[in-house]
């Protein structure tokens, strides 16, 4: 394990940044709030912007915009829209480094998760352009007698939608790209942590989309994300996030019994048995365990193995996990494990490793908060748990 830091020059400048606004209508503007949440990197520690908390004025303000901006784009042809994904795709390919950097410096991503993210939105886009213009469905016919039967596809109206700090630009995409290809519009909310690339992405497409289309509310969730939830207008409220998260979201959609989607957390599991080749495990749980530095509900952090070969497994883990190398993304494209990306985040993964191994639990690798500034966990193998 590698953990040397170097000095390097800010691989963000400030005129990168995006404008540090709600985007509503089509244009940045002011909260109807003055209160503002920090965004800090997760690196260092230090604040590197202001967003606005909003309200449930700014909430008001974003849906009544996709409202109106509704009556027109829910009924332009599947052709119009999925040219309009199309564009967006290639507006974020020709942007991909800039929106990498964001991604990595706002949430301590790896530089090669924050391209493959990327990468990603750029597929989903296309996909969603295509997806737009092939839908399928049984043919009109007959099915009783006297009776005409066919399927007619409309779009809902207002998609409310909240994404998580794990993959800001990603799933937001995977959110933005299907709901406005199928002709619904959109108000955002991005995890209060890592607002940044998200409102990137709005700067960008702005002139491809009609006014009112896609918004972006900054804010918590208890605030904005509770508003979206509530919201009489708002036909779907779509929210990737924690279980206790949803449970709140689909509690308070259940007063206008509009649809809800969630996504919520889970933790994977790897089952090794005593016929399964130890190094190939080892270098799948490399990758598996810690890539975008773990945090992710498919990350596989829990192992259970066969006894007769837990020994040489746990060898081989350590020897795998321990060639990680650990450090700010914005030292070059050899950095594999970053920060966390909270304090608060960071204090809870520190309480879970102390727990463990004050119940008896033992670290065959790491165990503990990295010896440096920034919300570094060092790559951790514990063993007895």
Known sequence: MSNTRVDVAPFITEQEFPPLQHFINGAFVESAGEEYSEVVNPA???????????????????????????????SVTPKERSEAMLAIANVV???????????????????????DDVDGTVDIFR?????????????????????????LREPLGVIGAIVPWNYPLLMGAWKIAPILAAGNTLVLKPAEQTPLSVLKLAELIAGVLPRGVFNVVTGLGREVGEALSHHEKIAMVAMTGSVGSGRAVASAA???????????????????????????????????????????????TRILVDKDVEAELVEKLVAQIGTLTVGDPA??????????????????????????????????????????????????????V
């Open 127 to 151: 996909f969603s352009a295509g997806a737009a213009r092939a839908f399928t469905e049984a043919g009109a016919g007959d099915y009783v007698e006297d009776h005409t039967s066919f399927i």
């Open 93 to 115: 390919e020709e942007n991909a480094d800039l929106l990498a950097r964001l991604e990595a410096h706002n949430a301590g991503k790896p530089l090669e998760v924050a391209g």
């Open 254 to 300: 259940s007063g206008t019994l509009k649809r809800v989607h969630l996504e919520l957390g889970g933790k994977a599991t790897v089952v090794v048995l005593k016929d399964a080749g130890s190094d190939a495990v080892a270098e799948g749980v490399r990758e598996a365990g810690f890539w975008n530095s773990g945090q992710e509900c498919g990350a596989g």
């Open 331 to 384: 030292e070059g494209e050899h950095i594999e494990q970053c920060p966390l990306v909270s304090e608060q985040h960071f204090e809870r993964a520190k309480g879970f490793l102390e727990r463990a191994q004050n119940e008896g639990a033992v670290a065959a690798l790491g165990g503990s908060a990295a010896d440096r500034e920034g919300f570094f966990i060092q790559p951790t193998v514990l063993t007895n």
């Open 44 to 74: 260092n520690g230090q604040v590197i912007a202001l967003v606005p908390r909003g309200s449930t004025a700014d909430v008001d303000d974003a849906v009544n915009a996709a409202h109106d901006a509704f009556r027109q784009w829910g």
